[in-house]
C-alpha cells in the first residue's frame, strides 16, 4: 500500500507539470501568433504605401508631359 500511494502522488505532479507545460507551451504559441501577425501589417502597409507612391509618380509623369506639350505649343504660336 505504502508503494501505491507513492505512485499516486507521484502521478499527480506529473499531471501538474505536463499541464503547466501545456499552459506554457499555449501562451508561447500565442506570442509567437501575434509576433508573426505584426510584420504582416506592416508588410501591407508598406505595399500600400509603395503603390501610392508608384501611382503618384506616374500622375506627376503626366502633368509633367502635358505641362511641356503646353510650353511648346505655345512658344510656336
Known amino acids: ?3 501505491g500511494a507513492a505512485r ?3 502521478g499527480r ?3 501538474v507539470k505536463s499541464r503547466r507545460k501545456l499552459e506554457r507551451t ?3 504559441q500565442r506570442e509567437k501568433t501575434l ?3 505584426e510584420p504582416l501589417q ?3 502597409a508598406d505595399r500600400l504605401l509603395l503603390s501610392a507612391l508608384k ?3 506616374v500622375e506627376r509623369d503626366l502633368i509633367e508631359e502635358r505641362l511641356a506639350t503646353m510650353r511648346s505649343a505655345a ?3
Open 1 to 3: 500500500m505504502v508503494t
Open 8 to 10: 499516486r502522488g507521484r
Open 13 to 15: 505532479w506529473r499531471r
Open 26 to 28: 499555449a501562451k508561447n
Open 35 to 37: 509576433e508573426r501577425d
Open 42 to 44: 506592416g508588410d501591407q
Open 55 to 57: 501611382y503618384w509618380e
Open 75 to 77: 512658344a510656336a504660336s
